[in-house]
């Protein structure tokens, strides 16, 4: 079937699905395949549950063969039919990309767009070749601003995102140590985010920069853009103890955000929303009420310690940020509990070590280190404690409490470090 009949049957239906789990009534199934399922094997399983049509990249019999649409490569067709979309909307996009900070900024830009536009914003982690078709095709003519998360740990996966959601505007965060094993290292973690740039250059589309990134500055440059945080920008950070308390105009506003390398964030989502016209007044209140979530930047009191909870992900860049702003914290005792760096490829052992280097240096009570990666490096000491894995963690930490402390914690993903909450 060709892209255009498909599209015909895509606004009959109630959207796409790609999860019989999940499935809405009247949707069309994409049957997908991954490293331990394949979705062909779930046809009747979507039509039970309501799907209207099912695409399958494999011959299937089921009592509704009319409602079979065969194609080559479901995941293709997919792609290509968010493209085939987003062709058809008038919608202003703006493509989130970088390092760190991407998906914060993201949800200010959100929370700040929503103040005056319907705005559409990536849902959860949904920011690779699968989750970006979807997010596309979940805008109607309705949504005046969307926001589109674009994830990567390989080259060339942005210029492909790129090329199907088209956007009008991008930013990148930044360029940090994520994903190395990848991307091939640092000049890899580069070129392959400036991909953004490289499509917006090539269509005359528009660049968010932060002017006091030479290294952003140099990968735009020829570009058309967008600059902020320079010396005359109406918004500027007063103080971070440990929320951030920001100048916005003539307003003081203090926001629900730890750690001073939000503030960019902050500036850039103020930055976007500024050049789409919206006024001070719902920017300043909309930053005082944006609280984070999912593990990231939460700051949590529990009965026996204060806790600044960064454990959705971290890589080399954002974990020394991290610990700089948690040491430059006024007052009281201070312990981290972080888990491995992943994804790091032959520059793991290095970058542990380097993390290390860095806690030595510091005044803490306590840093408790929890993963294979950290457990390499394992010395006698009373203020280090290594941990192999998370529950060797938990059972220290139910034979010896944690008691008045300032904690962070933060560590990859795949350590999930929010566990330990409960026993805080």
């Not at 926001?255 to 964030?265: A, K, S």
């Amino acid at each position: 079937m060709e892209i255009e009949a498909l599209y015909q049957e895509f606004i009959k239906s109630r959207g796409v699905s790609t999860d019989t789990r999940k499935i809405t009534r009247g949707s069309i199934y994409f049957a997908l395949r991954g490293e331990h399922f394949n979705g062909n094997d779930f046809i009747e399983d979507a039509f039970q549950k309501g799907a209207s049509k099912a695409v399958v990249d494999e011959r299937v019999e089921t009592p509704r063969n009319e409602d079979v649409i065969l194609v080559d490569d479901t995941l293709k067709t997919l792609q290509q039919l968010a493209q085939f979309h987003r062709r058809t909307l008038k919608t202003p996009i703006i493509a989130i990309t970088g390092s760190n900070g991407k998906t914060t900024t993201k949800k200010l830009c959100q929370a700040f767009f929503s103040t005056t536009f319907t705005t559409f914003a990536t849902q959860g982690n949904l920011n690779n070749h699968i989750g970006v078709p979807l997010s596309l095709l979940q805008i109607d003519e309705s949504i005046e601003i969307a926001l589109i998360e674009l994830g990567a740990n390989h080259q060339k996966e942005i210029e492909r995102l790129c090329d199907i959601c088209e956007p009008d505007f991008g930013y990148v965060t930044n360029f940090g140590k994520d994903h190395l094993e990848g991307f091939g290292g640092v000049e890899g973690v580069i070129k392959a985010n400036s991909e953004l740039y490289d499509y917006l250059k090539k269509i005359g589309g528009k660049i968010f920069i932060d002017l006091k990134d030479e290294l952003q500055r140099n990968r735009s440059e020829g570009g058309d853009l967008i600059p902020f945080n320079h010396k005359d920008d109406i918004i500027s950070l007063i103080s971070a103890k440990p929320f951030l308390k920001v100048k916005m105009g003539d307003k003081t506003v203090l926001t629900n955000l730890v750690g001073d390398y939000n503030f960019q964030n902050i500036a850039a989502a103020f930055s976007m929303a500024n050049y789409f016209g919206i006024p001070n007044e719902p920017l300043s209140r909309a930053l005082a009420d944006f609280t984070p979530e999912d593990n990231r930047s939460q700051f949590i009191k529990t009965d026996n310690n204060q806790i600044i909870l960064d454990a959705y992900n971290a890589n080399p860049s954002s974990m020394e940020l991290a610990i700089d702003n948690f040491t430059s914290l006024e007052g009281g005792s201070k312990s981290v509990i972080l888990g491995d760096m992943l994804e790091l490829g032959t520059s793991s052992y290095e970058e542990h070590q380097i993390t290390i280097h860095q806690l030595e240096q510091l005044d803490l009570k306590k840093i408790y280190l929890v993963g294979e990666a950290f457990f390499e490096h394992h010395f006698s000491s009373d203020k280090f404690l290594f941990f192999r894995h998370f529950d060797e963690l938990k059972a220290h930490l139910q034979e010896e409490p944690i008691e008045d402390q300032l904690l962070l914690i933060k560590g990859s993903r795949g350590i999930a470090l929010e566990r330990c909450i409960d026993l805080l």
